[in-house]
Every structure is written in structure tokens, then in C-alpha cells.
């Protein structure tokens, strides 16, 4: 069975640096796609980024991008510039059925 | 212009009672799910329809039945209601690529229930 594992429950960041968000999964098959959700207060699910398996570049969107290492099964979220707009839960997702982790509190510190 | 759209945003009801949230997608998806969302804020998938037919069931209630009239809708029913359905509920779509692959998801924008 798939499992994806979020080990920081909560994290924090001045506004304009950079914070790393971890993200570990288990899985047995090779092709699959993974994807950081956004969670704001306003609860509404907004997709952050998403990376293939097959692709060796790593996803990159404006002021966020991913450290993808399929070998140590490793998918973290690099989130540079911090913004207070940033500030909310962040989920690590695994495809198919969309595996979520446990979440990451990020707060953004003024 | 909205993609995922869910009615009603907030629902209280009493234990025992029945409800229904529905559900619609405007991006030509083939596959509908829903999620249930806890206090801890954890996402559990409880149904996946792909293209009208059942195709993920998790270990969810009777109580609980999705319908999907057509592509573009996935509703949920719920009987007897529980104060442990208390949650957050959240519909989504998603194109299936070959190979079975899911594409991104869309979220709608989730329906709170309360059960009192």
C-alpha cells in the first residue's frame, strides 16, 4: 500500500526567506505524479505543484519548486521569498487516489 | 467560470436526519471523488466515480451513498446522520490518463456539516 508521511507538523519562516517543507513516500510502482495542495484558512484546496515520476527535472512554479529524489522516495517543497500570503496548511499528495500526508502548519512570520 | 462547484457550503442538521451535498465539475473531467476531511484536518478519500461507475469504495458507512447522474455530477447522501459525521467534506475531479495515471485534482470548495 501506498503511504506518503509529512514529518513537520508545523513550520515557520520571516516573510522573504526560504522555508523547506519534507514530504516521504512508499510505493512500489513507477509511474505516478505527486503534488503539493495548499490549504488556507478559506479551506479551499489549491494545487501548489505537481511532478512526474518519469521527469528527472524538478517542477518548478514562480516561487515554489521541489526537490523530487525518486530513489529515496523524498518529494519536498521549496518555497522561496516567503510571502504572508503563504501562510497556511500545506498537503504532500500522491496520485491514483490521491494519498494525502498529514498536513504542514506554515506560518509567516511579519 | 467556477470549476468545482458544491451546494450547500454549510450544513447543520440534527442526529437522524437525512442530507445530501451535491457536487458539479465544469472541466470535462471523467472522475469525481469524495473527501472526507476530520478535525485534524486529515484527507480520506470515501468514493471515486469514473465516468458514472463506481471504482474506489473505502471502508465508509452504508449510511453513506454517492450517486452520479452523469459525468459532471457526484452527489453524497447521508442517512441517519452521526455526530461523528461532524466534518468537512470536499468533491473533486480529475482526468485519468493512459496508463490509469490520475491527473491533477480540482477541488470544490467543501461543505462544512455539523451534526448536533
Known amino acids: 500500500a501506498q503511504t506518503v508521511t509529512q514529518s513537520q507538523p508545523e513550520m515557520s519562516v520571516q516573510e522573504a526567506e526560504t522555508v523547506t517543507l519534507s514530504c516521504t513516500y512508499d510505493?512500489?510502482?513507477?509511474?505516478?505524479?505527486l503534488f503539493w495542495y495548499k490549504q488556507p484558512p478559506s479551506r479551499q484546496m489549491i494545487l501548489v505543484i505537481r511532478q512526474e515520476a518519469y521527469k528527472q527535472q524538478n517542477a518548478t512554479e514562480n516561487r515554489f519548486s521541489v526537490n523530487f529524489q525518486k530513489a529515496a522516495k523524498s518529494f519536498s517543497l521549496k518555497i522561496s521569498d516567503s510571502q504572508l500570503g503563504d501562510a497556511a496548511m500545506y498537503f504532500c499528495a500522491y496520485r491514483s487516489r490521491l494519498i494525502f500526508g498529514q498536513g504542514t502548519t506554515l506560518q509567516v512570520k511579519p | 467560470d467556477t470549476a468545482v462547484s458544491q451546494t450547500p457550503k454549510y450544513l447543520v442538521t440534527q442526529m437522524g436526519n437525512d442530507k445530501s451535498i451535491k457536487c458539479e465539475q465544469n472541466l470535462g473531467h471523467d472522475t469525481m471523488y469524495w473527501y472526507k476531511q476530520d478535525s485534524k484536518k486529515f484527507l480520506k478519500i470515501m468514493f471515486s466515480?469514473?465516468?458514472?461507475?463506481?471504482?474506489i469504495n473505502e471502508t465508509v458507512p452504508n449510511r453513506f451513498s454517492p450517486k452520479s447522474p452523469d459525468k459532471a455530477h457526484l452527489n453524497l447522501h447521508i442517512n441517519s446522520l452521526e455526530l461523528g459525521d461532524s466534518a468537512v467534506y470536499f468533491c473533486?475531479?480529475?482526468?485519468?490518463?493512459?496508463?490509469?495515471?490520475?491527473?491533477?485534482?480540482?477541488f470544490g470548495p467543501g461543505t462544512r456539516l455539523t451534526v448536533l
Open positions: 510505493t512500489s510502482e513507477s509511474d505516478y505524479y
Open positions: 473533486a475531479s480529475s482526468q485519468v490518463l493512459a496508463g490509469g495515471i490520475t491527473d491533477t485534482q480540482y
Open positions: 466515480y469514473n465516468n458514472k461507475e463506481l471504482i
